[in-house]
């Protein structure tokens, strides 16, 4: 692959293979290259996704010293008053999609949004710079698991689209996905600013 | 009221007159004085109390720079998994009694744990100090309120109890409740080190 990156690869804090190859995919869109690293930066308890995204990066990049950027994502659904949000993965690994699925048992307005906050720092920054991204759906009445997806994906079904995240290959999720979207907008700016962040 | 505190009173942040309550009673078991220090101090993300409250003290004093000490506490519902564990006052604030009580419908292993870490930090220590209280109970099968309480004390029944954190008064609270025994070990903890920290 012919990446033109001038030598240059944004680094991607993560421990989730799931989000680094979704990742490398919208930035190959780009001909960005992306290296995951995989060190653990704090998150703060917020309910303001772009305030812990801040926090993430610039806590990476005390432990790292390179360009990086973290992500973070939630999942608001609106009945449940924007339960799970920040929490998305924690309430993940504790009450799993039959857990949200128990919650929205008879309600009716079944609206939510994935949203992502894209953070990125670099020592030539004064401070971290943020790309967001949504998506406007619906929590389905079942689990539904498809080939790829991780997380809430099975039970999330975007507008538009007869298929949840979970029944859609990477490329289908990253046409439409509030990470995709989020990450494009880096892309875009770092495209713009490369030579001097 | 006679203090004997020989003019140290001991800062307590948080923005939770309720916890505030519980903590200058006990505080008043041992003759000590508490004041209430409304700051927004920062809580990461974890599932460990210890860390969250070792990093909340550090960031507290870093803003006030005077003896303090903060509270965290958690709801560890066992077949939920721990869920909501640290995350209790944001669970609280979205789906509330009522969608815990959602979740454990037709659950017959009803235990629970509410756990409190106390941490406390001054100029003359090297690293926070933490005092640890916890309470197991069970998760009623419905809200009991009583004229006290707040969160999910309603759903609540300690063991060896008929009545729900939030049917007892602050005082029969404090007799059992996982704040009380973290505060109660920080007090004795204090009393003995006050000429140092």
């Given amino acids: 692959m012919n990446f033109q990156t001038g030598g240059r690869v944004v680094f991607f804090a993560t421990n989730n293979l799931n989000k680094f190859r979704e990742a490398c995919m919208v930035m190959r869109e ?36 390179i360009p990086i950027i973290v992500e973070d994502a939630g999942l608001f659904i609106e009945a449940l008053n924007g339960f799970p949000g920040p929490y998305a ?4 690994r ?3 999609n039959e857990g949200l699925l128990k919650l929205m048992e008879n309600v009716k307005l079944r609206k939510a949004n994935f949203r992502s906050v894209v953070a990125y720092f670099s020592a030539e920054l004064a401070a971290p710079i ?3 991204g949504e998506v406007a759906g619906e929590i389905t ?15 999330f079904r975007p ?17 439409c996905s509030h990470r995709a979207k989020a990450l494009r907008e880096f892309a875009k700016w770092y495209i713009a600013h490369k030579r001097i962040v």
């Fill in 30 to 65: 780009f001909n960005l290259a992306m290296g995951m690293l995989r060190i653990k930066s704090l998150e703060i308890q917020s309910e303001n996704l772009e305030e812990i995204a801040k926090f993430s990066v610039l806590n990476a990049f005390e432990k790292c010293c």
């Fill in 89 to 92: 993965s924690y309430v993940y």
């Fill in 94 to 96: 504790t009450i799993g």
């Fill in 130 to 132: 943020c790309f967001k």
């Fill in 141 to 155: 009445e079942e689990v539904r698991a498809g080939s790829s997806g991780f997380g809430f994906d099975p039970i």
């Fill in 159 to 175: 507008e538009r689209s007869d298929k949840t995240f979970a029944e859609m290959d990477i490329k289908e999720k990253n046409m």
